[in-house]
């Protein structure tokens, strides 16, 4: 399934990459207040793991919505 995981703040692409080891595909800011990432998961749990990698780094998410393939 498909997500997108908007993120407070102006994340910067490489780090993005780099913290996430490459999960999500690049990030595109839609407003200087947030970061929307996206990416296709196999599962809820493979998800939840990418949201507890953001946490880790300290980042605020803001909104988890799943979008059409």
């Not at 692409?13 to 929307?36: D, I, K, M, S, Y």
Request: glycine share 6%; charged share 25%.
């Amino acid at each position: 399934m498909r997500y997108e995981v908007h993120v407070s703040g102006q994340v910067p692409r490489e780090v993005l990459v780099r913290e996430t080891h490459g999960l999500a595909e690049p990030p595109e800011v839609v407003h200087e207040t947030c970061t929307v990432l996206s990416g296709t998961f196999a599962d809820q749990a493979a998800l939840h793991g990418f949201l507890h990698q953001l946490w880790a780094r300290r980042l605020e998410v803001v909104r988890v919505r799943r979008t059409r393939d």
